[in-house]
């Protein structure tokens, strides 16, 4: 199942190969079914899946019995290494509650960006050969559960990105994709030294040889007294969490690894930007909850308050970059920095509260922030440009757009009633909960404040008021006499059409459902983070020491 769902975008994109380069709309109909046939996946591991099993890590003895779902684990590579014994690389996949969320919410963010993309004109087989390559990578990270296996779909999403920016991005698309790939090189060089330094320090309780399964990993029993990184090599383990922290931070990204985001949002296509926001992001916190923190509980423990303190950073640097953007997805951009700012909190808590909110927030700033992008997208269709001061009441004239934006803006800001909130709350109060930074949960208190205020200062100029008299787009009078929107080249429908409703409607029906009633995620969750929340728990390492 895992496998399929990981390689079939693969399939799609070999098939696609075979399709002349003039037949754009059948190119457009495989990636679509490929996505749709993702997503029914995605359903049924979730149909499938039991959420009282832990997963986190194995039983003492190296069994998976009673852990994590769906598996497959088969040799992969195997190499005489002489002196150093043998080089044992696994295909090994499987899910828990850290991953089934992302599973599902890739799925989607991946059908709703290949609507976004039924534009494209340029290159288009080219485009969707990529898009395909892309998927696959996500996905396949959220599933790996060997090192080496992550480390492989972790570099896999570079190549597509890059080139899904440099050449279908705008004006400066090749300054944001090089400033992408070299920030997100950087992290991954040292992340590869990591891995290799933490192979010779496990042992697989199951097979007695060294292994990359990061479920190994994550239990501390299973590192060898003397190795780089065995319990005894203090300084190697901080270097080795700082170095793991740096690449995942990058991803995030957190400050002051950030800047590559605001370039890479404002020059990527539409639907890469709702990619980028919606899983890509994710890949970093996730990374941080499945290797990095597992892996050095200890050094997590003592790191508390810098990982709080950089959350909060996030937070208040992203408001306040946000409120000063006059391009709408700009805006968005730096948004999206301070919402993942609440992840970073909810960690730094380590208790369930907050690393259910993260994990939750994770979730739902990937459907939200996935939603305000295709809405910005609509608009410069039709306007070509993205100036706040170039618009002004577009809710007389475009209500239905009007009352989605609304819908997606609230949610971003935390309204009660929406999924945004319910994951905030969370993150809250388990740093509240939290003695060493509840004073620094009080100032990230402040970002709720100024997200308001950008938000609905934004929402002010665009929508409401009148037609400003520099705005983009031309009114004119119909049969009626009542005034009717005009952009100059725009040739469909004003208001959004069918293919934007369908991209539209399902995450906003998301939003709502899930902040009236969070049980569904909530529910698949909880398990899995009371494991993680136990073997990051001092109680635990006392014990092993």
């Known amino acids: 199942m895992l496998s399929l769902i990981v390689f079939l975008p693969i399939i799609a994109g070999l098939i696609i190969l075979a399709v002349p380069s003039s037949q754009k709309q059948i190119i457009r109909i495989v990636t679509l079914l490929a996505a749709l046939v993702q997503g029914a996946l995605a359903v049924l591991i979730w149909q499938g899946y039991d959420p009282s099993l832990p997963g986190i890590t194995a039983a003492v003895d190296g069994s998976l019995d009673g852990s994590f779902q769906f598996v497959e684990r088969l040799p992969w590579i195997t190499l005489d290494l002489g002196n150093f014994g043998t080089l044992n690389i696994e295909y090994f996949m499987g899910v828990d509650g850290l991953s089934i969320t992302m599973v599902i919410l890739t799925a989607l963010i991946s059908i709703i960006a290949v609507l976004s993309s039924w534009t494209i004109q340029k290159q288009v087989k080219g485009y969707f050969i990529l898009f395909n390559l892309l998927s696959t990578a996500m996905m396949g990270c959220f599933v790996a559960l060997d090192f080496f296996l992550f480390y492989v779909f972790w570099e896999l999403m570079l190549l597509p990105m890059y080139f899904l920016i440099g050449i279908w991005g705008g004006p400066n698309r090749e300054y944001a994709a090089i400033k992408f790939f070299l920030y997100?090189?950087?992290?991954?060089?040292?992340?590869?030294?990591?891995?290799?330094?933490?192979?010779?320090?496990?042992?697989?309780?199951?097979?007695?040889?060294?292994?990359?399964?990061?479920?190994?990993?994550?239990?501390?029993?299973?590192?060898?007294?003397?190795?780089?990184?065995?319990?005894?090599?203090?300084?190697?383990?901080?270097?080795?969490?700082?170095?793991?922290?740096?690449?995942?931070?990058?991803?995030?990204?957190?400050?002051?690894?950030?800047?590559?985001?605001?370039?890479?949002?404002?020059?990527?296509?539409?639907?890469?930007?709702?990619?980028?926001?919606?899983?890509?992001?994710?890949?970093?916190?996730?990374?941080?909850?499945?290797?990095?923190?597992?892996?050095?509980?200890?050094?997590?423990?003592?790191?508390?308050?810098?990982?709080?303190?950089?959350?909060?950073?996030?937070?208040?640097?992203?408001?306040?970059?946000?409120?000063?953007?006059?391009?709408?997805?700009?805006?968005?951009?730096?948004?999206?920095?301070?919402?993942?700012?609440?992840?970073?909190?909810?960690?730094?808590?380590?208790?369930?509260?907050?690393?259910?909110?993260?994990?939750?927030?994770?979730?739902?700033?990937?459907?939200?922030?996935?939603?305000?992008?295709?809405?910005?997208?609509?608009?410069?269709?039709?306007?070509?440009?993205?100036?706040?001061?170039?618009?002004?009441?577009?809710?007389?004239?475009?209500?239905?757009?009007?009352?989605?934006?609304?819908?997606?803006?609230?949610?971003?800001?935390?309204?009660?009633?929406?999924?945004?909130?319910?994951?905030?709350?969370?993150?809250?109060?388990?740093?509240?909960?939290?003695?060493?930074?509840?004073?620094?949960?009080?100032?990230?208190?402040?970002?709720?404040?100024?997200?308001?205020?950008?938000?609905?200062?934004?929402?002010?100029?665009?929508?409401?008021?009148?037609?400003?008299?520099?705005?983009?787009?031309?009114?004119?009078?119909?049969?009626?006499?009542?005034?009717?929107?005009?952009?100059?080249?725009?040739?469909?429908?004003?208001?959004?059409d069918g293919r934007e409703l369908a991209m539209l409607v399902p995450l906003a029906v998301i939003i709502i459902f899930l902040g009236i009633y969070p049980m569904p995620v909530l529910g698949m969750i909880t398990t899995s983070i009371n494991k993680l929340v136990e073997v990051l728990s001092p109680v635990v390492m006392t014990a092993l020491n």
């Open 184 to 496: 997100t090189l950087f992290g991954s060089v040292f992340m590869l030294l990591v891995m290799i330094g933490l192979y010779f320090s496990v042992i697989d309780p199951a097979t007695g040889n060294h292994t990359f399964s990061i479920v190994a990993m994550a239990s501390q029993e299973n590192y060898l007294p003397g190795s780089i990184f065995g319990p005894e090599s203090v300084v190697w383990r901080y270097a080795a969490f700082i170095v793991l922290f740096i690449g995942f931070a990058i991803k995030v990204p957190m400050f002051p690894f950030h800047t590559w985001l605001p370039d890479a949002h404002v020059e990527a296509p539409t639907p890469i930007s709702v990619i980028l926001a919606g899983v890509l992001l994710k890949l970093g916190t996730y990374g941080m909850m499945r290797i990095n923190f597992p892996l050095f509980p200890e050094v997590f423990q003592a790191s508390l308050y810098v990982i709080a303190v950089f959350g909060a950073i996030n937070i208040l640097y992203g408001a306040f970059c946000a409120l000063a953007q006059s391009d709408l997805k700009k805006l968005v951009a730096y948004s999206s920095i301070s919402h993942m700012g609440y992840v970073l909190l909810g960690l730094a808590a380590n208790n369930t509260e907050g690393m259910t909110g993260a994990l939750y927030q994770m979730f739902n700033h990937g459907t939200i922030t996935a939603m305000l992008f295709l809405l910005v997208g609509v608009i410069y269709d039709r306007a070509h440009t993205r100036q706040i001061d170039k618009f002004g009441g577009l809710a007389s004239y475009m209500p239905v757009y009007a009352g989605i934006v609304t819908v997606a803006w609230f949610a971003s800001l935390g309204l009660p009633g929406l999924s945004g909130f319910i994951s905030e709350v969370f993150v809250f109060v388990g740093a509240f909960s939290s003695e060493n930074i509840r004073y620094v949960a009080i100032v990230s208190a402040l970002g709720i404040l100024f997200g308001a205020v950008y938000l609905l200062w934004s929402l002010q100029r665009v929508f409401l008021g009148k037609r400003r008299p520099d705005a983009v787009y031309e009114l004119h009078k119909d049969a009626d006499g009542n005034d009717q929107i005009h952009f100059h080249d725009w040739k469909g429908k004003n208001d959004l």
